[in-house]
């Protein structure tokens, strides 16, 4: 995508219901990450960490925010500010962000500095759609609120910080949904995103599949963000996540998907930021998800078989 590339981590457990996943960039990192984006023929500026507290340090039910049935909100949005900054700043730099999380509610800040000088669209590879607000969440665990946040859903409507609005339901795709609840389904098929489910992955192959969701995401914006929730590979290769589900992408289909998100690019410029999310190495085996999200991300980036 390009040879100027900037690692942001940002170690961050607020939104998961499960400790761990904050060892996620360093699990990622020692899996060889710099390794293989140098193999695929960038050369990676690892800028450290974002700091943040430790979860056990904090009030999981502070509702200083105003807002009810959201844990850790505060922290999070802290952590979201300051990963805007981040990300907004390496854009301006003209070097291109990979933020390493942490749980997927990084995507808030991740996306919304992304979007901060420019129409953004979005690839969302994961099993779930994300798009809970407090109101409608059954646990209050943020990381199935991120596509609310940034969209301005319910109370995320008055929360600067969440809110993106050069983010348009329009221009988002979602790849490999599989795992959905009952009221969540209804909003997604309230809204105006595309959903590829695994069931049209399964009917139509995986490359159709990423090649309609580039079209969706292109349309009328500047550029796209390209969220990789490690949760949508099937966990018999990816075991170490918080939220596992039966049924997921296979290796070579994940690879797949990743290198017609990179050819599109090769040939129109369109990626402008990307996330690597919910790898948890306490519930993985021998650093193997770890090593899959690596090993993806430089597919991302251009690294080819031949």
Not at 104 to 131: N, R, V
Not at 184 to 212: H, N, P, Q, W, Y
């Amino acid at each position: 995508m390009t040879d100027r590339l900037r690692i942001i981590g940002a170690p961050m457990d607020y939104g998961a219901n499960r400790r761990g996943v904050d060892m996620g960039p360093s699990a990622i990192r020692y899996a060889g990450l710099s390794d293989e984006l140098e193999e695929a023929g960038v050369v990676p500026v690892d800028s450290g960490d974002i700091q943040l507290s430790r979860a056990e340090e904090l009030d999981p039910d502070d509702d200083t925010a105003g807002v009810t049935n959201a844990k850790f909100l505060p922290a999070i949005e802290d952590a979201s500010t300051r990963l805007a900054d981040r990300v907004a700043q390496t854009l301006a730099d003209g070097e291109f962000p990979l933020v390493l999380g942490g749980d997927h509610s990084i995507a808030i800040g991740s996306m919304t500095g992304s979007a901060q000088t420019a129409d953004l669209g979005a690839i969302w590879f994961d099993a779930h759609a994300d798009l809970n607000t407090p109101a409608t969440s059954p646990s209050g665990n943020v990381h199935g609120m991120p596509l609310g946040a940034v969209l301005g859903r319910g109370v995320f409507g008055d929360l600067e910080w969440a809110h993106a609005p050069r983010i348009r339901e329009e221009s988002i795709a979602y790849v490999g949904l599989r795992s959905i609840d009952e009221r969540e389904r209804e909003l997604v098929r309230d809204s105006e995103m595309t959903a590829f489910t695994m069931s049209d992955i399964d009917e139509r192959g995986i490359t159709a599949v990423v090649e309609d969701a580039l079209e969706v995401a292109t349309e009328k914006t500047d550029g796209i963000h390209v969220s990789l929730d490690l949760d949508w590979i099937d966990p018999k290769e990816a075991p170490g996540v918080g939220t596992p589900v039966r049924g997921g992408v296979t290796y070579r289909e994940a690879h797949s998907a990743l290198e017609t998100v990179s050819k599109r690019h090769d040939r129109d410029g369109v990626v402008r930021s990307m996330d690597v999310v919910e790898v948890n190495p306490i519930l993985d085996e021998a650093n193997e998800t770890a090593t899959v999200a690596a090993e993806l991300t430089a597919s991302a980036f251009g690294k080819r078989i031949l």
